[in-house]
């Protein structure tokens, strides 16, 4: 049984071996042949010349693409950074939650604190653009506008306190009277 499972393979072997000694016999077809196999080679190589630029032009890509990425990100970090010292010489006051995840904040920039602290405050959010300046009464909890103003326009003094949460008052007593009481 295994002789006979064998015989197909044989017969094909037998057949390919005289396909090629067949060529083998003929100057033109082994001639024809090396040309092609020459051909190939050829193309081999400039394939792999080909494949080797598109390499490098991508990797040039990817770095181009990380350095653009890390410019962004240097640019984002320096904006952060400039947002930030202009609080650095302020105090925050309150966040004032307006709606999901929008919020208004409130800072104190102490003028001067003797006799009684004089500040200007700034509330700055989605629905405020507030800049005023107050003085503190730390004796009796009492306080005193000198001007407001709510995106430039300016308020009158006896309507500042509309526009200022009360935790922003209730903060600036806190912070700044402490040591006065």
Same mark, same amino acid.
């Given at each position: 049984?295994?002789?006979?499972?064998?015989?197909?393979?044989? $017969?094909? @072997?037998?057949?390919?071996?005289?396909?090629?000694?067949?060529?083998?016999?003929?100057?033109?077809? =082994? *001639?024809? /042949?090396?040309?092609?196999?020459?051909?190939?080679?050829?193309?081999?190589?400039?394939?792999?010349?080909?494949?080797?630029?598109?390499?490098?032009?991508?990797?040039?890509?990817?770095?181009?693409?990380?350095?653009?990425?890390?410019?962004?990100?240097?640019?984002?970090?320096?904006?952060?950074?400039?947002?930030?010292?202009?609080? $650095?010489? @302020?105090?925050?006051?309150?966040?004032?939650?307006?709606?999901?995840?929008?919020?208004?904040?409130? =800072? *104190?920039? /102490?003028?001067?604190?003797?006799?009684?602290?004089?500040?200007?405050?700034?509330?700055?959010?989605?629905?405020?653009?507030?800049?005023?300046?107050?003085?503190?009464?730390?004796?009796?909890?009492?306080?005193?506008?000198?001007?407001?103003?709510?995106?430039?326009?300016?308020?009158?003094?006896?309507?500042?306190?509309?526009?200022?949460?009360?935790?922003?008052?209730?903060?600036?007593?806190?912070?700044?009277?402490?040591?006065?009481?």
């Amino acid at each position: 049984m295994t002789t006979r499972k064998r015989e197909p393979v044989r $017969q094909v @072997g037998r057949a390919f071996r005289s396909i090629l000694e067949t060529i083998g016999q003929h100057p033109l077809a =082994t *001639g024809f /042949l090396a040309i092609v196999g020459l051909l190939g080679f050829g193309v081999s190589v400039a394939g792999f010349s080909i494949d080797r630029q598109e390499a490098e032009a991508t990797t040039e890509q990817i770095t181009d693409v990380q350095s653009s990425i890390a410019s962004v990100s240097s640019k984002l970090e320096e904006e952060r950074n400039q947002a930030l010292s202009a609080y $650095q010489d @302020g105090v925050f006051l309150y966040e004032d939650p307006i709606e999901g995840v929008y919020s208004n904040f409130w =800072t *104190g920039y /102490l003028m001067r604190m003797e006799p009684s602290p004089h500040l200007t405050i700034r509330g700055e959010g989605k629905t405020v653009e507030f800049s005023g300046v107050i003085t503190l009464n730390c004796e009796n909890g009492r306080y005193y506008w000198d001007n407001g103003s709510d995106f430039g326009t300016p308020i009158p003094e006896d309507e500042i306190d509309n526009y200022v949460p009360q935790p922003v008052h209730r903060a600036l007593h806190r912070i700044f009277c402490w040591d006065k009481q």
